[in-house]
């Protein structure tokens, strides 16, 4: 699906069309969470509780860097 970038004041957006709303259960005013990929962006309903367990798991791999760098090479 094509989705083109347009302008919204002073910033960049994006519209959703509405089959797509339709899709993901989404209407107008619903926060969404983007999740960087290797090979892109993914976009999906907001889940205040998913959204918390990943900002523990970030939290503990910016601290355990070094040991989960280790673990990853045997």
């Known amino acids: 699906m094509k989705i083109k970038i347009t302008t919204v004041g ?11 709303l339709a899709r993901l259960h989404l209407a107008k005013g619903d926060v969404l969470y983007a999740t960087e990929l290797p090979d892109g ?17 970030e ?9 989960l760098r280790k673990l990853a090479e045997s």
């Open 10 to 20: 002073n910033s960049a957006g994006i519209v959703l069309p509405k089959a797509l």
């Open 41 to 57: 962006i993914k976009l999906s309903p907001y889940d205040p509780k998913i959204a918390r367990q990943m900002e523990v798991a």
């Open 59 to 67: 939290r503990v791999m910016r601290k355990r860097r070094t040991l």
